[in-house]
Structure formats: structure tokens, C-alpha cells
Nanobody, 114 residues
């Protein structure tokens, strides 16, 4: 059974940093994409950062140069380093893995105070 568990969220002041982690357990065949999304109440979930199976990364314009996505294939982990956080980054952050099937974590809350 596949399970994705995020951790690392919390409350931080504007300008601070957080590192989110996503632990992937179980077997997912033919993974081609892993990503971080975020959602605030009343809005659609949006892609924050993604990484392909080849290692190509992409970022939302709003987080470019502040967030860094990475993965550890050996440990089955996905990370999101978030620096220079802003109040607009406040959201629930979710990790997603796409392969044979699409899998989501339960989310972790990130709150940035001004």
C-alpha cells in the first residue's frame, strides 16, 4: 500500500525558512513526476515545484529563486527547501507522486507571519 507522509510545516516569520519532507512508502511503478502543491481555502490547489524522473525541475513564478525541490531516491524522500518565506506562502502543502497511479499526501500546514 502506497503512503505519502509530509512533515516539516509550521509557523515561521516572514523571511524565515522551512524544509518540508515527504516520505514515500510502498511501491509506485514508473514514477515520472514528483511535486509539491499548495492550497489555501477557497482556491484551487496549485503546483509549487516539480521534479521529473530525469531530474528536471520547474517552479511556480512566485517561488522561483526562493524554493528548491530535491529528492533522495535511495531513501524514497522528496524535499522542499523554502527560503525567504512570505505571508503569501501560507497554505497547506501537499506532495504528489505520479507513476502508475497518482498519489497524494495528507498535507502539512505552513503559516508565515508578517
Amino acid at each position: 500500500q502506497v503512503q505519502l507522509v509530509e512533515s516539516g510545516g509550521g509557523l515561521v516569520q516572514s523571511g524565515g525558512s522551512l524544509r518540508l519532507s515527504c516520505a514515500v512508502s510502498g511501491t509506485i511503478f514508473s514514477v515520472y513526476f514528483m511535486g509539491w502543491y499548495r492550497q489555501v481555502p477557497g482556491k484551487q490547489r496549485e503546483l509549487v515545484a516539480g521534479i521529473s524522473s530525469s531530474g528536471h525541475t520547474n517552479y511556480a513564478d512566485s517561488v522561483q529563486d526562493r524554493f528548491t525541490i530535491s529528492r533522495d531516491k535511495v531513501k524514497n524522500m522528496l524535499y522542499l527547501q523554502m527560503d525567504n518565506l512570505k505571508p503569501d506562502d501560507t497554505a497547506v502543502y501537499y506532495c504528489k507522486v505520479q507513476g502508475v497511479g497518482t498519489y497524494w499526501g495528507q498535507g502539512t500546514q505552513v503559516t508565515v507571519s508578517s
